[in-house]
């Protein structure tokens, strides 16, 4: 290894030497004639020579030329080839004329940017200005969903600033994580990562999490790149597995200063109006009832007992009205420069009162990207971005204190005031001194972060065509909180109120250094080539402490005060990465092209066994339109045919330590003094999950109007980093987790499918009309477990030959009419009386659906333009893991809500219903575990509705700007489907919970440059 | 120029020498943590390692809460409130089923326990600071503790010791009066690998064998670090217990008999009573497990459930109520705090809204659920004497009447002048209640339980039964083949 960085070295400074030569020095800039915007990787070359560069990302380039050179040859795929004279001057700054519609896109790739004609592997693009810049979103990965086949970002959390997931081509791991890579300017980042605490005795180790993408400016994106296939991901190695997603934040432009104002404002509301929980006469009637089915009292003896004067609707009280709950957001950016120095600089913010009371969110954000150009030989530049939010939550999903539930649980006779004033804190059921308003105006969850990203980065130009770029990207994510639960009710009230305050932080860097190097043989031998090394160090330190003993004060914040002590807690965790990488390309006549790309990472997760990963891929396109036997299909305007083959690697799921056998230390006292406790086995033979993924694809473009893709794929997962269950005489039983789990590398899981993305111009003109559609079939398949036993975790089951979201559940049958009580299946389809053992459990569906997809239509009009999006799942189920309390059968009645479909509960004998007879103390488990909840949540959604008008140029002009655009839109507008539960769209796993809705927000916005 | 590729090459050079050799810089070891062979690895770790035992003897799935609360609610001293938040229902109304989270965490902890326990034993022959006398001490202070947790896993997932032949129909494996049907898994030692390690079901003979030789082996080791910690009176009282389950009549009042004639312990005299449950460590406990304002289990705590400023979920059946006279010291009563919580005055049961509720939760300094766990009071050994002697016919080291009376007399109550089985089950009841023992005491001497109309559920069960265990978790039998599930639960 040392003689490798010897020779290196060498290559490095001797290259150098070589600039001696006699030649001339030519310069200049190409750009597009369509848009007049620069061409990066425009070949140029000497006419009869082997001597030739390439255009840098702002069209650049610089090439040193023989004396005696006649003429330089600009060619560029997708665009008419030109040849210029060279004379006496120094500069030549060349236009190019497109060739065909369509073809001048530029996407951000792997470690650089490529015209995309000459991509090998899959990948996806969104532009920032079609997609996010007046998307009223809090966080930019919201916005990927329904515009890029094959990627689902579900919202299961509408709390401002919450946390999306987001899946490409399915999921491809059994383990924990299954989230993309995020890449930020070419550099690894947080991307969405729970961060907290691990402690088993720590409490707020359930908390939600927390999303540093959410402290991203989506204004500041010029565009995101989804890396599918192994060919264009296997340059990430080990983090490449879930697919990459590549974010390139705007940069500044040669010319005169430009400014761009763009604010908004609108407001938030409930997406789904259906579900419901019963009010005050519904809910009395249906006690009674139970009460008299239970205890056999009379039913004027259960009226009296649950009667009362008071009626609350609990919905009115807990989620806002919506001109109360409004957005509003500001940003100013300038860009502009010189041929020397570029700069990119905007600041935003960014304010959102949540649909539940007491949440709320704000933003701040700044950016400056600057690039300088040193000589001709030297660049360097910076890209800063800070952001600080503030953030307001609720208690998490099944808390007491969570408004939510509460929302649900509370009992609808009773009063929020008693009547001198004071909150009701005594008659509230089960939740008991948990009055959401009280809580509201008492009590504290508040975050603030702070996230930092800043890159360095210099390049060097040894020859026109050979460069070394280094950058050093460093990350700083702060998360301070502090919950407040007061003496009086809530949590608190046990221990005289409770201050928890926590401060986590994580801290990374990476470096990475690449050196590059393209060349043209003979005008039709087009090869680039690759190498470079990269090192990432990741930390997170978090500490919590926690007092009781306060002043019974609302919203009391210091914790200092609190007469007692509590939890005094820290813990750190990280981890190291080392990666060597190559990549190599080369195009014969921008007709057939091949790439290959080797990655070894070094990964401290890693057992000792396993401690280097190599990961590959290969890939071949062919433009067949090219081909001269193809020329005369006029219609056919371009068609490409490509596939890849490659092995990446997933090491996110596993812990910082798994593979060392280990006693915690983490909250294990007694009596004063400090414990070990046994936590896990050694497992040195740890090691990454791979997967392996194959590819192929129809490119086209017809008509010069229409143009897209047809992929088919197969991901073979394997090795997974995964949590078995073993038998709890192991010792390994988490109270937390209340489970016995082993991390074990194992199985195998196939995902399949077809992605169709299609674009097309339907109509042209004055009225345009421009039709974006997509879909995705992925088919999962479990192949391997280990000895291909079942593993079962909770209502879903892993077993070979089935999906792998597949429910997993004793099968409902119906109300027995005669007698409202339940009856079941057993594993036979025998019909049962009784709730039947976990043996008759059976698959009943899966929670992936079995397509999705999105459509845009965009019209538009003089400076009018509309567009809608339409995003849609089939074909899967959700599991409602709290409808055992709010549907139950008469059970819980005294203490809780119930939702109204207990109206429809069984009552005299004939009644056809799926309700059972409401009993207090519950009708024969009824309310248990069972396909009674488990339901279809097929659904279309109009996710985004959008009118802008621009104001015509001459009224802009003789007001001095350059552009104005006002217009308005909604998200979430309309939802259309069967799904009887709060909202169709819940996390991946189609488990429903006592989730932050999903919102639809109305904005207004203008967007103003000058 | 030239100097900026200088200068550049020397800032290459340095980013790679930094990470050249990269062997060191993949390596990580966690800062919460520590590799298990350092854990084992002296005696003074292994301290360590012992004081995370009592820690998980406390969580609220274990001795904290749940284990002493299910023996309560399964029997009739206790009645589930009409209106409750829902916890123990299951187990109040004998409807639970093999998917009970409750079964499951209980199952969990206790194994974990054990596996703690073994990694002390197995290592502790190994080891070489601390004196012989420390180490000794630890060793027994282990094997007593995993004998604890077995007997307690027994008890909780498998029919009693002395269930008949007769019985055969109610429970696995070949009931014969004498443990021979199915017990629980006994692990003595720590797995290799624990993607493979499925034990199967012990019979109850031999999961008592393990517990009372265990128990055998510990006792001479240790000495006494006060009730908070085990130690040889303890490890001989729990002996007596595991002998009265055994019905080894002989063998369970000698146990009694050591610890009563320890002089460690005695009975507390009339006027502290009440007090004594809002204290700690009194002059009756051989072992009670330490809680305080950090490690106390909050809204999970076991006093919690019973507290009226906590759940008040848990009210005094009228069946106990009516064995008390009134002249007990241990039936004083009072109107709980208007505003909830029990009253001001010295009592050891509050009304509140009609219903009784047990004061022996009281919390420290006026903190619901902040109470020590009792685990064993001497009162216990004269009881356990009183019963074995009775039921031997026997008087070593008192006669039944005698011990009966030594309880009476400190609790205010007449004395008795004869004695019947039912009366010494019945001051059991008086003395012990809400303490974890009641269905113990219903099934290990083969009786129904049989409560009347004026419990929320009216039940009876009658013995043998299936009802009287827990199921096996699912968890664990979804993943080990080799272990059977209860009758009842399959």
Redesign the interface.
């Given at each position: 290894?040392?003689k490798g960085?010897l020779l290196?070295?060498v290559i490095?400074?001797g290259t150098?030497q070589i600039l001696m030569a006699q030649t001339k020095r030519i310069t200049g800039n190409v750009t597009s004639a369509e848009d007049g915007q620069p061409i990066p990787g425009v070949s140029i070359t000497v006419k009869g020579t082997t001597i030739g560069t390439i255009t840098t990302i702002d069209g650049d380039y610089q090439l040193n030329v023989p004396t005696d050179a006649t003429t330089l040859v600009f060619s560029f795929v997708g665009m008419q080839p030109k040849e210029t004279q060279i004379t006496s001057l120094d500069v030549y700054n060349v236009v190019l004329e497109p060739d065909v519609i369509g073809v001048d896109e530029v996407l951000v790739v792997a470690y650089g940017t490529q015209k995309k004609e000459s991509i090998v592997g899959s990948i996806s693009s969104m532009r920032g200005d079609e997609k996010l810049d007046q998307v009223p979103i809090s966080s930019l990965d919201k916005a990927l969903q329904g515009n890029v086949a094959g990627v689902v970002a579900t919202s299961p959390s509408g709390q401002p600033g919450g946390r999306t997931q987001v899946r490409i081509r399915g999921i491809s791991s059994m383990g924990e994580n299954n989230e993309p890579l995020y890449v930020i300017d070419g550099v690894p980042v947080l991307g969405t990562q729970y961060v907290s605490f691990t402690?088993e005795s720590s409490s707020m180790a359930s908390r939600e999490a927390t999303n540093p993408l959410a402290n991203i400016n989506p204004n500041d994106i010029e565009s995101i790149s989804i890396l599918k296939d192994a060919s264009a991901s296997s340059l990430y190695g080990s983090r490449a597995s879930n697919g990459v997603i590549l974010i390139t934040t705007k940069r500044g432009k040669r010319g005169e200063t430009k400014f761009k104002l763009n604010t908004q404002s609108g407001f938030s509301q409930k997406t789904n109006n259906k579900y419901d929980v019963l009010n005050k006469q519904e809910y009395e009637e249906l006690a009674a009832e139970a009460i008299v089915n239970g205890?056999g009292w009379t039913q004027e003896d259960a009226d009296e007992y649950v009667q009362t004067n008071d009626s609350t609707d609990w919905g009115d009280v807990v989620y806002r009205d919506p001109l109360d709950a409004m957005t509003h957001s500001i940003e100013l950016s300038a860009t502009g420069g010189t041929e020397k120095t570029k700069f990119f600089v905007s600041g935003s913010y960014f304010t959102q009162e949540g649909h539940t009371i007491g949440t709320d969110f704000e933003r701040y954000t700044s950016r400056v990207n600057l690039d300088h150009k040193?000589?001709n030989?030297?660049n360097f530049g910076i890209n800063m971005s800070v952001s600080y939010s503030e953030k307001n939550s609720n208690n998490g999903s099944s808390a007491f204190a969570s408004p939510i539930l509460a929302a649900d649980l509370m009992l609808p006779n009773v009063p929020v005031f008693n009547e001198d004033g004071t909150y009701n804190n005594t008659n509230l059921?089960?939740l008991n001194n948990f009055n959401p308003v009280a809580i509201k105006d008492w009590d504290i969850n508040s975050q603030n972060e702070v996230y930092f990203i800043g890159q360095a980065f210099?390049q060097?130009n040894f020859l026109d065509n050979l460069s070394?770029k280094?950058t050093i990207n460093t990350e700083i994510y702060n998360l301070k909180e502090l919950k407040y639960s007061n003496g009086a009710f809530s949590?608190g009230r046990?221990?005289g109120g409770r201050i928890r305050e926590g401060r986590n932080t994580v801290e990374s860097w990476t470096?990475s250094?690449v050196l590059s190097w393209d060349n043209t043989f003979n005008e039709k031998h087009n090869l680039n080539v690759l190498g470079g090394?990269e090192?990432n160090?990741w930390q997170n330190s978090g500490i919590i402490a926690s007092g009781?003993g306060l002043p019974e004060t609302p919203k009391f914040r210091s914790l200092a005060a609190a007469a007692?002590?509590?939890?005094a807690f820290t813990?750190?965790?990280?981890?190291?990465?080392?990666s060597f990488f190559s990549h190599l390309e080369y195009n014969y006549n921008n007709k057939y092209y091949v790439s290959g790309s080797v990655r070894r990472d070094?990964?401290?997760r890693f057992g000792i066994d396993n401690?280097y990963g190599n990961f590959w891929s290969a890939g071949a396109s062919w433009r067949i339109t090219q081909e001269k036997f193809m020329s005369n299909m006029d219609f056919l305007d371009d068609l490409k045919l490509r596939v890849s083959y490659g092995v990446v690697g997933d090491a996110s799921g596993i812990g910082?330590?798994a593979p060392?056998?280990?006693?915690?230390?983490?909250?294990?006292?007694?009596?004063?003094?400090?414990?070990?406790?046994?936590?896990q086995?050694?497992n040195p033979a740890l090691t990454w999950a791979k997967n392996k993924k194959f590819n192929t694809a129809i490119d086209f473009t017809l008509f010069s109007r229409v143009s897209g893709s047809i992929e088919y794929y197969i991901e073979t997962s394997s090795d997974f980093l995964f949590d078995?269950?073993?038998?709890?005489?192991?010792?390994?039983?988490?109270?937390s987790n209340?489970?016995?789990i082993?991390p074990?590398n194992l199985g195998s899981l196939r995902n399949s499918g077809f992605e169709f993305q299609v674009r097309s111009e339907n109509i042209r003109g004055k009225f345009t009309w421009v039709t974006d559609f997509n879909i995705a079939l992925n088919k999962s398949e479990v192949l391997e477990l280990?000895d291909d036993k079942?593993l079962?975790d909770g209502t879903k089951i892993r077993r070979v030959g089935e999906d792998y979201q597949s429910f997993y559940l004793r099968r409902w049958h119906r109300v027995n009419p005669d007698d409202g009580t339940p009856q079941w299946l057993d594993a036979e389809g025998n019909v049962v009386d009784s709730?039947p053992?976990?043996?008759d459990r059976v698959i009943v569906g899966s929670a992936s659906p079995d397509f999705q997809g999105g459509i845009t239509n965009t019209f538009s009009y003089k400076g009018f333009e509309l567009s809608a999006l339409v995003t849609f799942a089939v074909g899967h189920y959700i599991y409602d893991s709290w409808a055992f309390v709010m549907e139950s059968d008469g059970?819980?009645i005294?203490?809780v809500n119930q939702n109204d479909k207990a109206l429809d509960r069984w009552q005299e004998p004939g009644d056809i219903t799926d309700v059972p007879q409401l009993i207090?103390?519950?009708n024969n488990?009824a309310d248990?575990?069972s396909t009674r909840y488990l339901h279809k949540a097929d659904y279309a959604r109009l996710k985004n509705l959008r009118l802008a008008y621009n104001i015509p140029d001459n009224v802009t002009k003789s007001i001095g700007l350059d552009n104005i655009k006002v217009y308005a839109q909604g998200q979430n507008l309309l939802t259309l489907t069967d799904y009887p539960g709060k909202d169709p769209e819940v996390q991946v796993n189609g488990i429903e919970d006592w989730f932050y809705p999903p919102l639809r927000t109305i904005t207004l916005g203008l967007t103003v440059d000058f | 120029?030239k100097n900026?590729?200088k200068k550049?090459?020397l800032?290459?050079?340095a980013?790679?020498?930094?990470?050249?050799s990269?062997?060191d810089?993949?390596?990580?070891?966690?800062?919460?943590?520590?590799?298990?062979?350092?854990?084992?690895g002296s005696y003074e770790?292994l301290q360590?390692?012992?004081?995370?035992?009592?820690?998980?003897l406390?969580?609220?799935?274990y001795l904290g809460k749940r284990f002493i609360l299910s023996a309560d609610i399964r029997g009739d001293d206790s009645n589930l409130n009409?209106?409750?938040?829902?916890r123990m229902?299951s187990q109040y109304?004998y409807?639970m089923?093999?998917?009970s989270?409750d079964a499951?965490?209980a199952?969990?902890?206790m194994?974990?326990v054990?596996?703690?326990l073994?990694?002390i034993i197995t290592n502790i022959d190994l080891v070489e600071d601390g004196t012989q006398e420390e180490r000794d001490h630890l060793k027994g202070e282990a094997l007593a503790l995993r004998a604890m947790v077995h007997f307690d896993i027994v008890r909780l997932f498998a029919q009693t010791y002395s269930l008949p032949s007769s019985a055969s129909d109610v429970v696995v494996g070949t009931p014969d009066g004498n443990g021979g049907h199915g017990g629980v898994?006994v692990?003595t030692s720590?797995?290799d690998?624990?993607?493979t390690?499925?034990?199967s079901r012990s019979t109850v003979k031999e999961v008592y064998d393990q517990v009372l030789s265990d128990l055998n082996a510990s006792i001479p080791l240790m000495g006494e670090n006060g009730p908070?910690y085990m130690g040889a009176n303890a490890a001989t009282a729990i002996r007596a217990r595991v002998k009265l389950y055994k019905q080894d009549w002989a063998g369970a009042a000698e146990d009694a008999t050591a610890v009563i004639n320890s002089g460690n312990y005695s009975l507390l005299e009339p006027g502290d009573y009440i007090g004594s449950w809002a204290k700690e460590n009194t002059v009756e406990s051989i072992f009670e497990l330490?809680l305080?304002?950090?490690?106390y289990l909050?809204?999970t705590a076991l006093g919690?459930m019973y507290d009226t400023?906590?759940y008040g979920d848990i009210n005094v059946s009228n069946a106990l109520l009516a064995l008390y006279e009134a002249e007990d010291i241990r039936a004083t009563k009072a109107e709980g705090e208007p505003d909830n919580g029990p009253p001001t005055t010295p009592v050891m049961f509050y009304e509140t809204n009609g219903f009784t509720y047990t004061n022996k939760f009281p919390g420290r300094d006026g903190?619901?659920?902040l109470d020590n766990v009792r685990l064993l009071r001497l009162s216990e050994m004269y009881l356990i004497r009183a019963e074995a002697n009775f039921e031997a016919g026997s008087s070593i080291g008192a006669t039944p009447l005698e011990d009966i009376n030594s309880i009476r007399g400190k609790r205010n109550a007449s004395l008795f002048t004869t004695i019947t089985a039912t009366d010494i089950q019945e001051e059991r009841r008086r003395e012990l209640c809400f303490e974890g023992h009641r269905i113990y005491d219903i099934t290990r001497r083969g009786e129904d339980l049989v409560r009347g109309d004026d419990y929320?559920?009216a039940k009876t069960v009658t013995f043998p039964n299936t009802d009287f265990i827990y199921p096996i978790?699912?968890?664990?039998?979804?993943?080990?083949e080799n272990l059977e599930q209860n009758i009842g639960?399959?």
């Open positions: 290894m040392k960085l290196f070295l490095l400074l150098s402690s205890l040193a000589n030989k030297f059921g089960m210099a060097y070394f280094t949590d046990t221990v470096s250094n090394f090192a160090k009781t007692e002590p509590e939890t813990n750190t965790t990280e981890y190291s990465i080392v070094g990964h401290s401690k910082d330590y060392l056998g280990l006693f915690s230390y983490n909250g294990f006292t007694y009596n004063g003094n400090a414990g070990a406790s046994f936590i086995y050694a078995v269950p073993v038998s709890a005489t192991t010792g390994l039983y988490s109270p209340e489970d016995f082993s074990k280990p079942d079962i709730y053992g976990s043996d059970g819980y005294l203490s207090l103390g519950g488990n248990r575990t | 120029m900026i590729v550049f090459s800032l290459l050079l980013t790679f020498t930094i990470f050249w990269c062997d810089f993949i390596e990580k070891e966690p800062y919460f943590a520590t590799p298990i062979d350092n854990a084992v770790n360590i390692a012992m004081t995370a035992v009592y820690n998980h406390t969580d609220l799935n009409v209106e409750n938040s829902n229902t109304d409807s089923t093999s998917g989270r499951r965490n199952w969990g902890i194994y974990r054990v596996n703690q073994n990694f898994p692990i720590v797995t690998d624990p993607f390690f499925f034990p908070n330490a305080n304002k950090v490690t909050g809204t919690y400023r906590g903190t619901a659920g929320w559920a978790p699912d968890a664990e039998l979804d993943v080990n639960y399959e």
